[in-house]
Structure formats: C-alpha cells, structure tokens
C-alpha cells in the first residue's frame, strides 16, 4: 500500500529526528514501517544523508602554523592596549572621543581604519598647517600630547580663528604680550610653508631650508634658548598659536575626520577605501592621489616597486632622503590595506618592512608624535606576528629608529 | 614567564580554574583559554564566513569581547558554547553588515553529482565527491544567515539541539524547525539543480 501525502508530511520529523539519532525507540518503529512502503521518503531520508556525509566531508584551508602560535598573542597585546596602556593622542582616540567607545565588534576593522585615518588626517594636518600647526606640540605646558585637551573639550572647543587672522594677530602682538605667554605656549613655524612642498625660502634670510630643520625651531624657543617671538619673526619664523588654538585645530580636525569614518561605516570596505582616497584627492590634489588596492595578493614585485592590484607604490629605503610625505603616506595606506585584507599572503613580511621604512622616514621628516605613536605601535603588531627571527629584530630596530625622534 | 609559571596555566588545566583566574583579571590564563579554544573559534568563525580575513577579524573579536565579559560569564557552564555564542553573534553582524564577502552560489554549471551519489550513504565514494562537496557547499553558503548558523552547529560542530540553543540564544523548538528548514532548502537547491542539468 502506498502511504498518503498526509502520512508522508507527519513523518517528515521522524526523518530529521534520526538524521541527528534523537529518535526513541517508537519513533524507530513508525518509521522504519513507513519507509518500508514509501520510497519517496526513503529516497528523501537518502538525499539528506548525503547532504549530511557531503557538508561533514569539506575541508577547509589549513593556516599556516605561525597563525596559531601568534594568534593569542595579538589577542592579549590587544586585550593590553585597549585596557592597559595609555597610547599618545591619535586621531583614533580623537575619533572614539565623538563616537564614545568604540563598539566591540568594529574593534578590528576600526584598527585599520583608524591608521588609515591616520594617514588621511595626517596628510590633512600637514597640508593645512602651513603657517599655523606647529610640528610638535607645547611640551612643557600640556605634558603629552595626548593631555592637549579631553575629548569633551576638544568637542566644546571654540572653532579655530581662521589661520590667517591667527598669523596676523601673532605678528601684530607685541613682544611684551607675547611674553606673557609661557614659553611652552609659544611654537614656531615656517610661515606659509606646506611641507609638502619645497622650500624656496632663501637660506640667506635666516629661514630653515627643509622640514626637518623647521621642525627643531619650536624645540629651540621651548628649550629657554632665547628664542623670543621677535627673533623668531627675524628668523622667518612666525610666531603662530596657543595651546588653546592647538586644542582646537585637533578637535575641528578630529570633527572632520569624524564625519569621514561616519560615512565609511555605511559603507562597504571597497566603497570606504574608495572614499577616503579621493577625499584625499580632494584635499591633497591629483598629485597625491592613491591609487587603490582591490584584493588578493601582491601580483608582481619589480625592482624599484610593488604592484598591488591596480596600484603602483615604490619600494621604501629606509636610508632613502627622496622620498616626500605624500609618497610615504601612499606606501603606508597601500600595505596597510593589502596586509588587513590578505594576512596570510606570503609577500606580508616584505610589507611589514615597506611600512616600518615609510613610518620611519616619515616621522624623521615630520616629528609628530601622531605620526611616531601610529608608526611604533603598528611596527610593534607587525613584529608580533612574525616568527623569523631576522625580520622581527629587524622590525624592532625601526620601532626603535622610529620612537628615537619623540620629543626630538 | 618562568617554567614553573608556564607549566601553572599549561593546557592540563581545567576550564573551571583559568576562567576563574581569567575573571580575576589574569591575562595568563585567558590566554591559556584563548589557545585551547582559538582554532574551534576560528574554523566556526570561518565555516560561516568563506573568508580568512573576515574569519581572523571574527574569531580575535569574539576573544576580546569574551575577555570584557568574561566577569558576567557563569562558573558551570559550558564555556565553548559560551564562545560560540559570542562567535556567532559576531559572524552573524558581518554577514549582515558585509554581505559582498558570502560568495555567489555556485548552482546553474557543472555536472550533476547528487544524483549519483544519491543511492550512496557517502556521495564522496565516487569521482564526483569532491565536485558534490563544492555544490553542497555552496548551497550551504545560500542558506539566510539564521538557517545557516544552525546547520554549521548541528552539521560541523556536531552540537546537540541544545548547545545550539544555547549557543544561538534561541530556543531548542527554534532550533529543530530552523533545522529542519535548512535541510529542506539545501536539498530544494540541489535537486533543482539536478533537474536544470538533466
């Protein structure tokens, strides 16, 4: 006799039921009476137990071993950074100031993104500070950096004074108030010098002819070497901002950079990395644009470069003085992508290296401490995870080359 | 760490111990616990994802998230089921959030492996095994996220309705209808499949 349709659907439990041996000893019966006359439910029984056998029999890929001998430690280094120690201000910290704790989830991905945040504000800092931005922060007054202000009063921050009108102000103050400012108040730059760009300040009219020497001037007033405002405006150095004003520049910065991670997270990965390198475009112009990494692994190393998926970046030397920020920012936002969304590609270590060289040279050129923090923590993560022991001294010896201009 | 430290938080510990350490804020012996547990969390994380970056994201977040939470975590109960709850919730976010990463089913090319392998109790007996395995795979992939989470549990994980339950938060009546469901859509694509390649 063939069973009903009817029959057959009230059994359809009994099937799954033994698919996964919860079946008693009544069940047994009823079905196996069943299956007896109906093949359609044999042959369905059948087909699920196939299914079964296949799903149990895929593999997946193996990791190579070094995954699993790294793996707790990164979890704990990161357990020990968001708990433990107090890094330096970033525009990491700055971001999860406007956005309250980062949520749990986001932790990783927000890493990244905030390093190549990093990049983006930094290239923004660097370019927008001509005439204003000091390369170091007033040192004796606010302590680190990361004591410039809280997150809430960088948020209550009044907006920054336009840059010019701050430059005129510093230049039509006379020296006595100025004086009345603590020397550590006091910093010092190039006036209207991106340093993205070359000097063309005549060295006879005292200025500094390259970043790094520009970088030492605020040094210099801070370090009581009589580097009165006055001098400094003889020097071709403009007497530029307060503390205050700093505070306010980071927190008008962070807003920006802000809204930028706020679109991001709409987005997919592709979209965001494709958002912030034309809002790089944008403000950096066609010169500095970047080109992108989609996926998948290194598809060529040349001699002079790196060929990653769609974008060109030259190969970093650490004892290379050629190289701009712009570049520098480039090489690091690019193997940055690259190694988060490929961490087991063979080619990483070579990145790590590329990385740690860039980060070197550009905390050398710039002397931020946004810049040496980002640089030395990433180099240390790279490091980490790495088991050859020449590359992870190597990678030491350039967190250690690159923490060496911190307060310098 | 000394020897003698090393060998406190060896593997030979007990859950019970480390995760009483571990809520005392002992770093050791989380991470004793992140070792013994990091490749079932890894592969979960990974069997639901198809992706080794977004599994390692998963798998290094569900850890530190267990961490924070370890406090509220009950002395008795099963701590991997615990974990894969945390895993799950956290896979279960990136599908919904990265859905570009799930890759496309693969259906509508190829041979016609089930039907085979249909009369077989291991459809991987034959030289279509392996080709079966892809398909089923991929239909797996398609399942909805809820369907799939409980399929991976019972079919990889071997898990019992009940740690299901308690691993997902859903009821155990919910875990055998979403189960039952999803056997009945994998085998819903794969028989349609069969048929567009009669």
Known sequence: MIPKRDDCKSIEELIHLSLDGRLDSEGKRRLEKHLAACARCTEKLERFRAIEAGTRSIGLDEPPPEYWTTFSGRVIEKIETGTGRKPAWSPARAIAGFFGAPRPRLRLAAGVASLAIAVIAGALYLHNRGGVMPPMPARDEVGTVSQVAPTAEREAAPTVEPKTEAAEQSKSKPAAQSKAEPPSAVVAERAATSPLEPSTAPAGEGAQTDALASAKAPEEALAGKEQTPAAAESAGIVVAETSRDRAAVIAERSKEVAAIVDSMKRMTEAQHVSNMANAFSEKKGADAAMPLIKSGSVSAIREESYVLYGGTVPRVSAADTSMTEAVLLNVIHQWVLHIKRNPLDPENGEGYVQVANAYYLLARLTRDEAVISQGSWLVQEYADRVDDPELKKLLLDSKARIESFRGK | ?198
């Open chain 2, 1 to 198: 760490m000394n020897r003698a430290e090393e060998r406190e938080f060896s593997m030979d510990w007990g859950d019970d111990e480390l995760i009483r350490k571990a809520q005392k804020g002992d770093l050791r012996a989380f991470d004793a616990l992140v070792r013994r547990y990091q490749r079932k969390v890894y592969y979960l994380a990974l069997r639901m994802l198809k992706n080794h970056a977004a599994a390692d994201d998963v798998a290094q977040d569900t850890f530190m998230n267990a961490y924070r939470a370890i406090g509220t975590f009950k002395p008795g109960s099963n701590f991997y089921t615990w974990l894969y709850r945390i895993c799950m919730n956290r896979s279960l976010n990136y599908l919904e959030k990265e859905k570009h990463i799930v890759p496309e089913s693969a259906f509508g090319e190829g041979s016609s492996p089930l039907e085979r392998a249909s009369a077989k109790a291991n459809p991987l007996d034959d030289v279509a095994g392996a080709e079966t395995a892809r398909r089923i795979e991929s239909a797996v992939d398609s399942l909805s996220p809820a369907y799939k989470a409980v399929f991976v549990l019972r079919a990889y994980e071997e898990m019992s309705y009940e740690e299901i339950a308690e691993s997902l938060g859903i009821s155990t009546g919910t875990v055998m209808s979403r189960l039952f469901r999803a056997r009945e859509k994998l085998q819903e694509m794969l028989s349609s499949y069969d048929t567009e390649t009669r």
